[in-house]
């Protein structure tokens, strides 16, 4: 049991437990806050996995998404505030048993099957930044470009499925 | 299991399997179009740690590794966007977004 | 050691930037003022809200006090003088300081209160404005440095500072850090005038004292960010023959770096969140862009 797996431990249940308060609390606004110290403790669990840049690219990146994420969930539940305790959830048993029998199925798939051996040598976190960012513009290029236009056609196509629509008649609304 | 496979990386993929459940129970059991997204966030925060996990402790030396991570990323951008843009004119259109009441293309 | 010594700085920082708002905002330079205000807070009743989101409620001032602290910590004052020397630096400084956001948003949504509620939403409008605009600037002084360290992109400036070799980008990152750190004229969200004190309306006693703690803090970590990325940070010059020691010369630039934010604010209307989008986007964004284009020839031609 070395320190590297204490740390990758801790952080991955308070990971998990976050994730589990997300569907546990009634208001929304710490629900959606919940998620995002989910995904905060994933990125302290990629710092501690030496993955200095990912680890803290997602520390950046879901501080905006999720609190994004709070404001149209504020904007659209009819109990923001989760005074009422409004139970918004069906099949149940369902779930918990999809999720459960998931859960299980991953761990034993992790816990059965023969890896291979275990890489001994590690590039430091500057030499890391440096590879990826190699990788990004040398191999892998046309794949990154690929997902810059995609999130580019998904800006657009979001843009245009949520503007309002002007009616023709009175021309304003 | 073979005797040279590291703790660490089964505690990771422990760590992402868990994610991924309560993230499948979430996006099956909630009846609002936001809280399934928060669902998906979870599966895909999952996949992300296997992944990362992947690489760390079998194949450090490829950095494709870590840009697959990125794509994940990428990938739930994406799904916010789209999906709040399609939740903002569901809500327009009928006042709310409970998947409950979604059944209008039911047959 | 070295944690102890920059805490410490940022404290004394603080209470400087307490004393120069305090002489802009009032007309009266008055060295002791800071020390009474604080005294005050901790002796005044705290008023708590009926009906608090108690966690938020507790959280929020401290997550913004903890954040500007963390994004201190990749700062350098001299060459040693730095808490922790992280291969992503200029990046660090960005994921630690979206936290304001956060605990903007936790403080504003705890006490159940619609002013405070309001204050915290128009935060995330004002995010989603000045967001691009810090990223894409550190993006080309990175590109100079060649690196993420930030004690590398210090010493890449070594022949040339940044302000001069990319003034375009210094500028939006100026205005960029202001509305990060909600100083006039992007403050609609904690101002008296325009809602009742907004996110701090619902706070009384210890928590506003580190709250405003907190904030003061922000400044200051700004103000250093932007003099290690665009003002070379601790190199100075020969000044009437005689030479200053490094953390000297970075604690001046802090300094000036801090009056000229204070300053700029004194003498500008408040700048409405829904507008500085636009602006931000229609004006600011291409620009940034620009710069990156501009910055990426002169590295190829004039490293």
Redesign the interface.
């Known amino acids: ?2 320190a ?2 204490f740390f ?2 801790f952080f ?2 308070a ?2 437990w976050f ?2 308060v ?2 546990r609390t009634y ?1 929304m ?5 919940a ?2 110290f ?2 905060t403790a ?1 990125g302290a ?2 710092l501690s ?6 680890g ?6 879901m ?3 999720m ?7 504020v ?4 109990d923001p ?1 989760g005074l009422g305790e409004m139970d ?5 048993r ?3 048993i ?3 029998v ?2 299980v199925g ?2 034993a798939v ?3 099957v ?6 001994t ?6 030499q ?2 440096v ?2 960012g ?3 513009l040398d ?2 290029m046309l ?2 470009e690929t ?1 810059g236009i ?2 580019l056609t ?2 657009i ?6 503007i ?1 629509p002007v009616k023709k008649e009175t021309g304003k609304k | ?2 005797p ?23 996006a ?8 399934i ?3 998906v ?2 599966i895909l ?1 999952g996949a ?2 296997n992944i ?2 992947f ?7 490829v ?2 590794g ?2 697959f ?3 994940i ?2 990938v ?3 799904e ?3 999906g ?6 569901r ?2 259109a009928k006042g ?2 409970e998947m ?1 009441e979604a059944v209008d293309l039911k047959g | 050691m070295n944690t102890l010594v920059i805490l410490f700085f940022l404290l004394l920082g603080a209470y400087f930037v307490a004393v120069l708002e305090n002489w802009i905002s009032k007309g009266r330079f008055q060295l002791s003022a800071p020390l009474y205000a604080a005294v005050a807070f901790l002796g005044r009743e705290s008023f708590i809200p009926r009906k608090p ?1 108690q ?2 409620y507790e959280v929020g001032p401290v997550l913004l006090l903890l954040s500007a602290v963390l994004a201190a910590a990749v700062i350098p004052l001299t060459p040693d003088l730095i808490i922790t020397d ?3 630096g200029a ?2 400084i ?2 630690a300081l ?2 304001v ?2 605990a903007l ?2 403080a504003g ?1 705890g006490p ?1 209160g619609a002013y405070a509620m309001i204050g915290g ?1 128009r935060f ?1 409008g004002q ?2 404005a000045y ?1 691009m605009l810090i990223v894409m600037p550190i993006t080309a002084v990175a590109m100079r440095a060649e ?3 930030t004690t590398q992109i210090v010493t890449s400036q070594l022949s040339l500072w940044n302000i001069a070799y990319q003034p375009l980008g210094f500028a939006l990152f100026f205005v960029a850090s202001m509305a990060l750190a909600f100083l006039p004229p992007f403050n609609m969200m904690i101002a008296k005038g325009e809602l009742a004190g907004g996110v701090e309306a619902e706070y009384s006693g210890m928590r506003l004292g580190i709250f405003r703690l907190g904030r003061l803090v922000l400044i200051v970590t700004l103000a250093a960010a932007t003099v290690i990325f665009y003002l070379g940070g601790w190199q100075g010059f020969y000044l009437f023959g005689f030479e200053l020691p490094p953390w000297a010369w970075s604690t001046v630039k802090i300094l000036i770096v801090t009056m000229a934010m204070l300053l700029i604010g004194r003498y500008m209307p408040r700048i409405r969140e829904t507008h500085l989008l636009s602006w931000c986007w229609m004006i600011g964004i291409p620009l940034a862009l620009l710069n990156i284009f501009v910055v990426g020839v002169l590295v190829l031609e004039f490293p």
């Open positions: 049991m070395t590297q797996a990758i431990g991955g249940l990971s998990v994730g589990i997300v569907f208001s606004m710490r629900s959606a806050i998620l995002l989910s995904q994933l669990m990629f996995m030496q993955a200095e840049f990912l803290v690219l997602q520390i950046m990146m501080a905006t998404e609190s994004i994420m709070a404001i149209f969930m904007m659209f539940m009819m505030g918004m959830t069906h099949q149940k369902l779930s918990l999809a999720g459960f998931s859960f991953a761990v992790a816990v059965f023969d890896w291979g051996p275990v890489a040598t590690f590039p430091d976190a500057a890391q930044t590879d990826l190699l990788e990004l191999r892998s794949i990154f997902a995609t999130i998904a800006m196509a979001a843009t245009a499925v949520a309002q | 299991m073979s040279e496979i590291s703790i660490e990386l089964i505690i990771a993929l422990t760590a992402g399997a868990a994610l991924f459940g309560v993230g499948v129970y979430g099956l059991s909630q009846t609002n179009l936001v809280m997204m928060m669902g966030e979870l925060a992300m740690v990362l996990a690489w760390r402790y079998l194949h450090p030396d950095a494709a870590q840009m991570v990125l794509i990323m990428t739930m951008a994406i916010m966007a789209v709040f843009a399609i939740a903002i004119a809500f327009r709310s977004v409950e | 989101d966690i938020f992280l291969a992503t990046l660090f960005n994921a979206v936290y956001l956060v948003l936790m949504w159940d939403w995330l995010l989603i967001a690196s993420l360290l």
